[in-house]
C-alpha cells in the first residue's frame, strides 16, 4: 500500500503561507489505479510532488505521513530516497519534452534508469533498454535507441518517458496529466499502454488529471479535489453519479450534444485563494445547496456508501431537516442554438474559402535561403454562413490553426497564401492599403491561451482602445470610451477592470478581455483558436455561454478551431475535419459526429475519451 496520511503541504510566498494541500487521506494498492482529479490550483500536483519529495524550494510538507509500505518516506535521508524515487514510486509528467534530457541519447538516459535501480549493466541493460522501446511501441528500436528526444514525436517522447520510468520497475507509478499535452489518437494509444503495463506489472498507479473522461474509462477508484482538499472519493462506477454539489455543478458544466438546446451550467465564482484560513465548506460562497451553517463549520469526509466519502454537510445526520441558503440553483441562461442558428441563413455565405493553400518556405544554408516548401494548408475550401459556428477539428498539425491565422491575415509576410477567402464577395487576400484596413475591422481572431494573448504592460482600457483606434480611426474619444465600457458589461466584466492590467485577472478573465478586444471593432467573423483549451472547465462552460450568447445578440460568425469534440457537439453548427493540410470531411455536426463517412474521421472519434 502506498498511504498518505493527513497531508498538509505549505508553499511560502512573499503576501502569505499558501496551504496547496490539506487534510488529504488516501490509500492505493498495488494494482490499483486510483485517479486524482480537479481544476487547475487545486492541489493535484502538489500532491503527487510531496510523494516524491520534489517540491518547490518554497514549498513543505507540514503535517502528515508518507507511507510506502511501512516506510514514512519523509524520514528517509536524501540518500535513501534516491532510491525510492524512480526505484519504488516513478513518475511520468505532463510535457515529455521537458522531462528528457534534450543532449542525451534516449537510450542513455533509459540505460542510466536501469543501472540506478536494477542490477543489470552494461550491454545487459541496453539490451533492456531497447526491451523497454519495443514495449512502449517505439519502432525499430535497435535504430532509435541512439536518437536524440529532437528526433521524436511528442507521442514518441511520451512513450520514451514511459519506458524509462517504468525500466526502473518501481511499485508505484504517479502519472500527472500523462497525456494532456498529445492529440486524441495518440492518447488513447498511451492511455492503453499504460493499462496494459499496469496489469502486467501490478503496479500501483495514481493517474492525476484534470479531464473527467480519461479517468472514466482507466480508473478503479476516484478522487476529486477543491481548493487543496479531496472532497468526494468513490469507486468509479459510482463516481460520475456525484453527490457532492461541486462534483455535481462539475459534471452539469461540461458540454456535449444533449445540452446543445440550453446554456451550460456554469459555476458562478471562483475559487478562493489557499492563504485564507477557512473555517467552514470551503465551496460555500459558490454553493447554490448552502445551508446557514456551511460558512462556519468545517466538514469532514463522511461515509455516504460503499468506499464512497463525500465532504458536505449535507450528508451530516438531521441536515435534511435544514432549509437551503440560497435556494436552488440560478436558472440556466435561455435556450441559445434556435437564437444562434435563426440568422444563419440567408442564402449566401458571410465566408468562402476556396482553395486555400499555405507554404512556408524551409531554409538552410549559411544564407537561410528557401530550400523549399513546406505544405502546410494543401486546397481547402469551406463557407462559413452568417450567424454560424463552423468547428474545424483535427489533430495538432493538421493546419487548423494555420487555416485561421491565413484568412485573419497573419501570414502574409511569413509564408505563401494561395486560393481565396471571399468575405461578402471581396477576396480578402487581394487587398491593399484602406480595403485591407477595412477588412481586418470585418474579420477577428482569439487566440488560445489568454496569459500570452494580452500585453503585460497595457491597462485593459488601452488594450481594448488599441485596435479600435487603430481600425477605426473615425470614432472619437468619447465615444470610444462609451463603446468600450459597453464591451466591458456585455463579456460580464466589472466596470473597474479598465484601469487594471492583464495579470490581475484569472484565466477566464482574460479570455474575456479578448473576447471584448476582437469584439471592440464590431467584427462579423471571429476565428476562435481554441479559446477555452487552457481554461478548466467551469471557466470553459462561462465562455462558451458567453459566446453563444454575443453569436446570439450580434449575429457574428465564428470559425471555431478545437480539438475538444464535446465542444464542437455543443457550439458547432456544422464541422470541418481536417488531416494532413486537407479536409477530409464536412457537414452539419449531428451528421459528422454520429454517421461520419471518412475513415479518419472515424478513428478520430473512436480515440476521444467519453464519460
Ligand atoms: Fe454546499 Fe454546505 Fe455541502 Fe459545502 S457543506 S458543499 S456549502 S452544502
Partial sequence: MLNIENLRVDLDTDDAVIRAVDAMWLSIERGETFAL?????????????????????????????????????????????????????????????????????????????????????????????????????????????????????????????????????????????????????????????????????????????????????????????????????????????????????????????????????????????????????????????????????????????????????????????????????????????AAATATADDGRPLLSVQDLKVGFAIRGGLLQRALGWFEAVRGVSFDVARGETLALVGESGCGKTTTGKAIVQLLRSVARVEGRALLDGQDLFT?????????????????????????????VQDLLEEGLAALQPDVDAGARRQRIEALVDQVGLRRDSLGRFPHEFSGGQRQRIAIARALAVQPRLIVCDEPTSALDVSVQAQILNLLRQLQRELGVSYLFITHNIGVVEYIADRVAVMQAGQIEEQGPSEQVLSRPTSAYTRTLLDAVPRL
Fill in 431 to 459: 487587398l491593399q492599403g484602406a480595403e485591407l484596413l477595412a477588412a481586418r475591422r470585418q474579420v477577428q481572431i482569439i487566440f488560445q491561451d489568454p496569459f500570452a494573448s494580452l500585453n503585460p504592460r497595457m491597462r
Fill in 37 to 337: 482529479v480537479g481544476e487547475s490550483g487545486c492541489g493535484k500536483s502538489m500532491t503527487a510532488l510531496a510523494l516524491m519529495r520534489l517540491l518547490p524550494e518554497n514549498g513543505r510538507v507540514t503535517n502528515g505521513r508518507l507511507l510506502v509500505g511501512d516506510e514514512d518516506i519523509l524520514d528517509l535521508p536524501e540518500t535513501q530516497m534516491r532510491s525510492v524515487r524512480g526505484g519504488r514510486i516513478g513518475m511520468i509528467f505532463q510535457e515529455p519534452s521537458t522531462s528528457l534530457n534534450p543532449v542525451m541519447r534516449v537510450g542513455d538516459q533509459i540505460v542510466e534508469a536501469i543501472e540506478a535501480h536494477t542490477a543489470l549493466r552494461g550491454a545487459a541493460a541496453r539490451s533492456k533498454a531497447i526491451d523497454w522501446l519495443r514495449r512502449v511501441g517505439i519502432p525499430e528500436p535497435e535504430r532509435r535507441i541512439d536518437d536524440y528526444p529532437f528526433r521524436m514525436s511528442g507521442g514518441q517522447k511520451q512513450r520514451v518517458m514511459i519506458a524509462m520510468t517504468l525500466a526502473a520497475e518501481p511499485d508505484y507509478l504517479i502519472a500527472d496529466e500523462p497525456t494532456t499535452a498529445l492529440d486524441v489518437t495518440i492518447q488513447a494509444q498511451i492511455l492503453d499502454l499504460l493499462k496494459d503495463l499496469q496489469r502486467e506489472h501490478r503496479m500501483g498507479l495514481l493517474l492525476i488529471t484534470h479531464d473527467l473522461a480519461v479517468v472514466s474509462g482507466m480508473a478503479h477508484r476516484v478522487a476529486l479535489m477543491y481548493a487543496g482538499q479531496i472532497i468526494e472519493v468513490a469507486p468509479a462506477d459510482v463516481f460520475f453519479a456525484p453527490k457532492h454539489p461541486y462534483a455535481d455543478a462539475l459534471m452539469r458544466a461540461l458540454p456535449g450534444a444533449g445540452r446543445r438546446e440550453r446554456a451550460l451550467e456554469a459555476i458562478a465564482g471562483t475559487v478562493p485563494p489557499l492563504s485564507t484560513r477557512f473555517g467552514g465548506c470551503r465551496f460555500e460562497p459558490r454553493c447554490a445547496k448552502a445551508m446557514a451553517h456551511c460558512a462556519s463549520t468545517l466538514p469532514e469526509l463522511l461515509n455516504v456508501g460503499a468506499a464512497h466519502e463525500v465532504r458536505c454537510l449535507l450528508y451530516a445526520p438531521g441536515a435534511s431537516e435544514i432549509p437551503p441558503l440560497r435556494g436552488e440553483t440560478a436558472a440556466p441562461a435561455e435556450p441559445a442554438a
